[in-house]
């Protein structure tokens, strides 16, 4: 049975058919095109933008690694070695900013950089810790060991000493003189013997005033709480006199091993109604607060010369201490060694032989003068100047 061609088949075969081109090998293997690229503003765009990131990371990356640098060598220049070789005093006057210290301080060469030093005190939060006063910057200091002395307020300490037996007048001299102090030194003098005699501890700045107001109190504390724990049946009127012959026991002997027992041949011959006989006496009545010079013996004449303090003639205690005394000296008067002494005389070695009776007395006497003619004589040998004849008290 004959059948008839479909519409499809009849349309395929009314299509004209393409013609077959044969290809050559080289042909056949040549690889075919592909996608077509964007076009060519796209890939610009796109091109920027990755740069711009690329440089934004690369400008971060950077600037972290050159911040860690700057505080990696910040840290070891401010605590490394500083630029000192010796030691080294460096003053804060109140109020002054941590940027003109850092400045001071590198002018002076203690630090090596003022911006890090800043900087490191900043860092640390001691903008507003350092303090006004006087400090000493060891050699070699590194900065942090110079922020933190300046953070401490360990200001330097310089000292007075007033040593016992001074005057008032003579310990007046030493203030004035001490150049760390600073202000006037009072109009007038406070009472002899009101000082008190020991080593003082101040900041450079600290006024005069305020060093003798301080000396003031301390003696005067320090005068009434001995005197309240005196011993009963002195022969002192009242506080002054205590003073007073605690001022003479000072001068007449320096050796604490005998202080009580000069004080005691004192006490005694207040008791007999006997004068002191005193010779320091004699040189304050002659040279009052400034002192004997230190040259001047005591001549015949000045123990026989009429003057409010002359032991050898007036009754009784001068009017007034002739010195200021220490603690010692006081505690001697308050509580004397119970003896029966009435003499005492130099015996030549910077201490004194003590006797009862005036017989007694005389024969040390006698050794005394034997020992300093014997001196004497020794030092014209060698050319020196002879022994001053200052100790011979008391006598009669």
Same mark, same amino acid.
């Given at each position: ?151 401490s307020g360990k200001s330097v300490m310089y000292s007075l000493t007033i040593p016992e037996g ?30 008190? =005699? #020991?080593?003082?501890? *101040?900041?450079?700045?600290? /006024? ?5 107001? &301080?000396? !003031? ?25 205590f003073v007073t012959l605690a001022s003479i026991v000072e001068k007449e002997t320096g050796r ?82 119970? =003896? #029966?002494?009435?003499? *005492?005389?130099?015996?030549? /070695? ?5 006797? &009862?009776? !005036? ?38």
């Amino acid at each position: 049975m004959t059948t008839s061609p479909s519409d499809a088949e009849i349309g395929r075969s009314a299509e004209p058919s393409k013609p077959i081109v044969p290809k050559s090998a080289s042909e056949a293997l040549r690889p075919q095109a592909g996608t077509p690229p964007p076009s060519k503003r796209s890939r610009a765009s796109r091109n920027q933008f990755v740069v711009f990131l690329n440089f934004l990371l690369s400008t971060v990356v950077l600037a972290v690694l050159a911040g860690g640098a700057a505080v990696y060598f910040g840290k070891v220049e401010f605590e490394g070695r500083g630029p000192t070789t010796v030691d080294q005093t460096f003053m804060i006057k109140p109020s002054t900013g941590v940027q003109e210290i850092a400045d001071q301080l590198e002018r002076r060469g203690l630090i090596s950089d003022a911006r890090i030093f800043r900087l490191g005190v900043r860092a640390y939060g001691n903008d507003s810790a350092l303090k006004a006063g006087e400090y000493e910057i060891k050699a070699g200091a590194s900065m942090r060991d110079v922020m933190e002395l300046l953070k401490s307020g360990k200001s330097v300490m310089y000292s007075l000493t007033i040593p016992e037996g001074l005057t008032v007048e003579q310990a007046f001299e030493r203030i004035a003189e001490q150049e760390a102090l600073s202000g006037d030194m009072p109009a007038s003098l406070p009472a002899e013997g009101s000082l008190a =005699t #020991d080593t003082q501890r *101040f900041t450079r700045g600290t /006024t005069r005033q305020s060093i003798i107001d &301080k000396m !003031l109190a301390h003696q005067k504390q320090m005068v009434e709480e001995i005197w309240e724990r005196r011993s009963p049946g002195l022969p002192l009127a009242d506080i002054n006199a205590f003073v007073t012959l605690a001022s003479i026991v000072e001068k007449e002997t320096g050796r604490a091993d005998e202080r009580s027992r000069v004080a005691s041949v004192f006490i005694n011959r207040l008791k007999k109604k006997m004068r002191l006989q005193s010779d320091p006496t004699i040189l304050y009545g002659l040279f009052g607060g400034k002192g004997r010079p230190a040259d001047r013996p005591i001549y015949q004449s000045d123990i026989d010369k009429q003057t409010p303090y002359n032991t050898y003639q007036i009754n009784g205690l001068p009017p007034t201490p002739i010195a200021n005394p220490g603690r010692a000296a006081l505690e001697a008067v308050a509580n004397p060694s119970q =003896t #029966d002494d009435l003499y *005492f005389v130099a015996d030549g /070695t910077g201490g004194h032989v003590f006797a &009862k009776t !005036l017989d007694e007395h005389n024969e040390n006497v006698a050794r005394w003068r034997a020992a300093q003619k014997k001196q004497a004589e020794d030092a014209a040998k060698a050319g020196a100047n002879p022994p001053a004849d200052d100790e011979q008290t008391p006598a009669q």
